[in-house]
């Protein structure tokens, strides 16, 4: 069983930044992928990044040269730096990871961004 737990969430200002952080735990050795998607209030839910075993990534276009993802495999966490914060970019921001055959989901965090 894998684990997946974000954090980092919480309130900023159109411009600011926030870095949200995604735990994997469990066994986590045959996870191939690990990507951030976000679901914004009454809307569905759409890809921000992805990040592969090795090592390459890709951004949904609204994310483009405004977010950073990256990991840090000695503590088993991903990361997403965003920056250049909109409004539009309010959403719950959910981790998820895939581990052999199998798909695993965070609960998620809140992203609220006000002008």
């Known amino acids: 069983q894998v684990r997946v737990k974000e954090s980092g969430g919480g309130s900023a200002q159109a411009g600011g930044s926030l870095k949200l952080s995604c735990e994997l735990s469990?066994?986590?050795?045959?996870?191939?992928?690990v990507g951030w998607y976000r679901q914004p209030p009454g809307q569905e839910r759409g890809m921000v990044s992805t990040?592969?075993?090795?090592?390459?990534?890709s951004y949904g276009d609204y994310a483009k040269g405004r977010f950073i993802m990256s990991r840090d495999n000695a503590e088993n966490t991903v990361y997403l730096q965003m920056n250049s914060l909109k409004t539009e970019d309010t959403a719950l921001y959910y981790c998820?990871?895939?581990?052999?055959?199998?798909?695993?989901w965070g609960r998620g965090t809140q992203v609220t961004v006000s002008s």
């Open positions: 998820a990871a895939v581990c052999g055959t199998r798909q695993f």
């Open positions: 469990g066994q986590t050795s045959r996870c191939t992928m």
């Open positions: 990040l592969n075993s090795d090592g390459t990534t």
